[in-house]
């Protein structure tokens, strides 16, 4: 068992971070409506590599000196729009939530698993992985968009989203759907 409860462990933890991550992002968004200022700029830096006003910059070192640069510059706008549910920061947690997942299942539980249940890793075949390495493609292969293997889920079916665009979004209810079937398979290994 101690595979299996090693790998539910760190199933839980990504999980935990997606559920930590995502409420900070609903409190992010709700701080910034103290940084939306409609006169911001919607030019670019200037000749020192300084966002103009209206932005809130994380940035090193000193624009004196010449070694200054910007990480990030965005708008109070910007900021709320990324943080709101369903906005771009929610898209690329969840995302990243499932590749870490399928990737720890992959690169090396999985065969552990096998191992301790006197199986050859090939052997060992999950309905709820298969749907998780289609996903990890379409992420990561197709920059988030829509592959026709998508089609073909065993777990899940896909639909396209209604605004007709190719973009794979998971949104909360998928995610804990996602976990829900992990955690299923998890449990029929063990009985």
Excluded at 175 to 188: N, P
Aim: charge should be negative.
């Amino acid at each position: 068992m101690k595979p299996i409860e090693e790998f539910e462990a760190i199933a839980e933890e990504i999980f935990s971070v997606y559920l930590d991550a995502t409420e900070g992002f609903r409190q992010i968004a709700k701080m910034s409506e103290i940084f939306v200022n409609d006169k911001a700029r919607e030019t670019g830096r200037d000749e020192k590599g300084v966002s103009p006003a209206g932005h809130v910059i994380y940035a090193l070192g000193c624009p004196e000196d010449g070694n200054y640069m910007e990480l990030s510059a965005r708008t109070g706008k910007e900021i709320i729009e990324a943080n709101a549910p369903d906005g771009k920061n929610f898209q690329f947690i969840a995302s990243m939530a499932i590749v870490a997942l399928y990737q720890y299942w992959e690169d090396h539980y999985r065969e552990e698993i096998a191992a301790f249940l006197g199986k050859d890793k090939n052997a060992l075949t999950l309905p709820i992985f298969g749907d998780l390495r289609k996903f990890r493609r379409a992420i990561i292969h197709n920059r988030g968009r829509m592959i026709p293997e998508l089609k073909t889920l065993e777990v899940f079916v896909w639909e396209h989203n209604s605004a007709g665009d190719d973009r794979i979004g998971f949104g909360h209810e998928n995610i804990c759907a996602i976990w829900w079937e992990v955690k299923k398979a998890l449990k029929k290994l063990t009985e």
